[in-house]
C-alpha cells in the first residue's frame, strides 16, 4: 500500500474510533457543532453512530479541526493538537449515578483461551479452558483449512460493570403544537 493510501485508510480508522472527550479536547465541539447550544440533535452521539456523515454536515472550522485532530493521531506523529481555545465542556444529557456502596463483589471466572481465524471472522470461535484443548482444536480446525492461520488467544484479565438500579424519570405534559406551521 503506497502511503497516502495507508494514510487514508489510518484516518478512517481514527475517525471511527474518536469520542466525546477526544473531540471536545481537540475544539471539535464548540458553539456551532456538538453542543445543545448549537443544535436540536445529539450531534456527538449522531457522530458516534455515523461519524463519516456527521463530519459531512459540520462546519467548516469545526471540519478543519477534526482533521487536525485526525492527523494528530496518525502512525508517525509525534506532536498533539493544542487544546482549542474554543472546546468547550460538554454537558451530559444524563448524570451520572454513583455506584451504590454495597455493590457486591463479582464472582472469579475461569481463564480461558480462544482459537480464531484472524482472518475473516469476527469473533473467536472456540472457547476452551486449557491450553492444551486450544492448541489441539487450533490444530484440527487448521488441517480442514489449509494455509489459514489460526490464533490462540489467552486470557489475561476481565472486567465488569456493576448492575445499576433503573430510575424513574419524570415525564411532563406535551408542548402544544402550533398549527399555523402546517403547510396545507
Given at each position: 500500500m503506497n502511503n497516502e493510501v495507508s494514510q487514508f485508510h489510518n484516518a478512517l480508522r481514527i475517525l471511527l474510533n474518536l469520542d466525546s472527550i477526544e473531540l471536545r479536547e481537540g475544539g471539535v465541539t464548540d458553539e456551532n457543532w456538538g453542543t445543545p447550544a448549537a443544535s436540536h440533535r445529539n450531534q456527538v452521539l449522531d457522530f458516534s453512530r455515523d461519524p463519516i456523515r456527521e463530519a459531512l454536515r459540520m462546519p467548516d472550522a469545526n471540519f478543519e479541526r477534526l482533521y487536525a485532530l485526525i492527523q494528530s493521531q496518525q502512525p508517525g506523529n509525534t506532536t498533539s493538537?493544542?487544546?482549542?481555545?474554543?472546546?468547550?465542556?460538554?454537558?451530559?444529557?444524563?448524570?451520572?449515578?454513583?455506584?451504590?456502596?454495597?455493590?457486591?463483589?463479582?464472582?472469579?471466572?475461569?481463564?480461558?483461551?480462544?482459537?480464531?481465524?484472524?482472518?475473516?471472522?469476527?469473533?473467536?470461535?472456540?472457547?476452551?479452558?486449557?491450553?492444551?484443548?486450544?492448541?489441539?482444536?487450533?490444530?484440527?480446525?487448521?488441517?480442514?483449512?489449509?494455509?489459514?492461520?489460526?490464533?490462540?488467544?489467552?486470557?489475561?484479565?476481565?472486567?465488569?460493570?456493576?448492575?445499576?438500579?433503573?430510575?424513574?424519570?419524570?415525564?411532563?405534559?406535551?408542548?402544544?403544537?402550533?398549527?399555523?406551521?402546517?403547510?396545507?
Open positions: 493538537p493544542a487544546p482549542s481555545p474554543l472546546a468547550v465542556p460538554v454537558v451530559p444529557t444524563v448524570p451520572a449515578t454513583p455506584e451504590p456502596p454495597t455493590a457486591p463483589k463479582p464472582q472469579p471466572i475461569e481463564k480461558v483461551w480462544v482459537v480464531w481465524d484472524g482472518c475473516t471472522s469476527s469473533a473467536p470461535m472456540y472457547k476452551r479452558t486449557s491450553k492444551e484443548s486450544a492448541v489441539s482444536e487450533a490444530k484440527r480446525i487448521a488441517a480442514r483449512s489449509p494455509a489459514k492461520p489460526f490464533l490462540i488467544m489467552e486470557s489475561i484479565g476481565a472486567f465488569i460493570t456493576p448492575a445499576v438500579e433503573p430510575q424513574a424519570i419524570e415525564l411532563t405534559d406535551p408542548k402544544p403544537i402550533n398549527d399555523d406551521d402546517i403547510p396545507f
